[in-house]
């Protein structure tokens, strides 16, 4: 398996509150990718990253923020947490002309 | 606007039959065409195709791509129980990097 960890694995957080969700990949690959996962939407890109501080938004980006100041790392965070990003989320890295490995996914809860 | 579509949404077989998915896209500046195999967890990678006519094949799995007609198809030979999942369908660009994800078709095989 490709070395792909996200933190946590399970977060339940109250409306208004902020969230970080980590992910950390052992592969040294250049593209890191968040995704959501909602029923009957399929896999939907927040941001994506090309290289250390150098990122993008994807279609569902509103109410998101991303950071990437190593390689290893991509942090998402949600500044005031809705019930509406209640969500799993999956953090994913990629070569150019290579496939995507996915991580196990976080699973949030907004209250 | 960029999209990728899978038919069907969902299917039920008994374990023996062979099964056939779709997946139909309409995305910029194409660069590959992704398969994966959901289950309870992270997407894991199946095939991916950039030229069309070519199958790939893996077991009782095989795809082909038709860019003309902007088109995939993933068939599964010999259903078994353990190919119960959601199986995805995704297209690269050539620009950014980006990936777009259908929603997925839900296969179920019953014994």
């Known amino acids: 398996d490709a070395g792909i960890t996200q933190s946590p694995r399970h977060k339940v957080t109250e409306t208004g509150t902020p969230v970080t969700l980590r992910c950390h990949q052992t592969?040294?690959?250049?593209?890191m990718y968040w995704y959501r996962q909602d029923p009957g939407h399929g896999l939907r890109l927040i941001h994506y990253s090309y290289g250390v501080k150098d990122t993008d938004k994807g279609e569902v980006s509103d109410g998101y923020s991303v950071s990437r100041s190593k390689t290893e790392d991509f942090l998402l965070t949600l500044e005031s947490a809705t019930s509406s990003q209640t969500s799993v989320y999956f953090c994913?890295?990629?070569?150019?002309?290579?496939?995507?490995?996915f991580g196990p996914g976080t699973r949030l809860t907004v209250t | 606007e960029d999209k990728v579509v899978q038919s069907p949404l969902s299917l039920v077989v008994h374990e023996g039959d062979t099964v056939t998915l779709n997946c139909s896209y309409e995305v910029t500046n194409f660069r590959s065409l992704l398969w994966y195999k959901q289950e309870k967890k992270a997407p894991t990678f199946l095939f991916m195709l950039?030229?069309?006519?070519i199958e790939k094949k893996s077991g009782r799995l095989s795809s082909i791509l038709d860019k003309k007609e902007l088109f995939s198809i993933l068939n599964i030979t010999a259903t078994q129980t353990g190919d119960s999942a959601i199986y995805l369908c995704a297209v690269e660009q050539n620009t950014g990097n980006q990936f777009y994800f259908g929603t997925g078709t839900s296969l179920t095989v019953i014994p």
């Open positions: 592969e040294n690959h250049r593209y």
């Open positions: 994913a890295i990629s070569e150019r002309l290579y496939e995507q490995y």
């Open positions: 950039t030229s069309s006519g």
